[in-house]
Each structure stands twice: as structure tokens, then as C-alpha cells.
Nanobody, 124 residues
Framework: VQLQASGGGLVQAGGSLRLSCVVSGSFHSISDLGWYRQTPGKQREMVARMDSEGNDNYAATVMDRFTITRDSAKKTVDLHMNSLKPEDTGVYYC???????????????????WGQGTLVTVSS
């Protein structure tokens, strides 16, 4: 399972960016898709994620500013970021949990995969 993220860049505070991630490879189905970010000296933290039924949850720091969307047919997950703040600066990673092919039509074991990370810089 491979994830390819894109869309990072430099933006002024108050601006918007959209991150996109496409999932490829061989697997039975995709479970959760989400976005995490990491800043220097801090652990990677969950920003937003969505399960296969469309249920989403967000970090408190981005609630009402960020929106995660998912297209199951295209196997993509986007993060729409509005009202960006300098503290949103970081490397954003796309994450996906997928079930590999199992016996017959059944799902096999679940694996976690990460994209390569895309840098978001918000200037004040």
C-alpha cells in the first residue's frame, strides 16, 4: 500500500491550502484515512481522520478550520485547511490503514502506511 501526498507550501496566516493524498497498491479495502503533522521537538499528532463509513474526527486545535474529505472511488483523501495559523506549520503526513487480500473474498491482515510528508509553512 503506497500513499502519495501533495499540496504543501508557504501561505500567509489566514490563508488556505489543500493537501491531497492518493492511495495505490494491492489491497482488499481501505479502512481509516487521515492526516498527521509533526513539528520540531514534538511527536507526530493526528490532525484529522475519517473511517470507511465517513465518520471523521479532528484535533481540537483545527476544529472548525480544517475539513477532511475522502473519495472512495478515487482512493483519495484531502485536507482542506482554512484560517491557517503560524502554529499549523509542520510536515503533514497522509496515513492509511488498509486490509490486504485474504482468503477468497475476505479481507486479510490490516496494515498501516504513511505518505512521504509535505511541508506546510504559515507565515505571520
Amino acid at each position: 500500500v503506497q500513499l502519495q501526498a501533495s499540496g504543501g507550501g508557504l501561505v500567509q496566516a489566514g490563508g488556505s491550502l489543500r493537501l491531497s493524498c492518493v492511495v495505490s497498491g494491492s489491497f482488499h479495502s481501505i479502512s481509516d484515512l487521515g492526516w498527521y503533522r509533526q513539528t520540531p521537538g514534538k511527536q507526530r499528532e493526528m490532525v484529522a481522520r475519517m473511517d470507511s463509513e465517513g465518520n471523521d474526527n479532528y484535533a481540537a486545535t483545527v476544529m472548525d478550520r480544517f475539513t477532511i474529505t475522502r473519495d472512495s472511488a478515487k482512493k483519495t483523501v484531502d485536507l482542506h485547511m482554512n484560517s491557517l495559523k503560524p502554529e499549523d506549520t509542520g510536515v503533514y503526513y497522509c496515513h492509511g490503514a488498509a486490509f490486504l487480500a485474504g482468503k477468497g473474498w475476505s479481507p486479510g491482515r490490516k496494515v498501516d502506511s504513511w505518505g512521504q510528508g509535505t511541508l506546510v509553512t504559515v507565515s505571520s
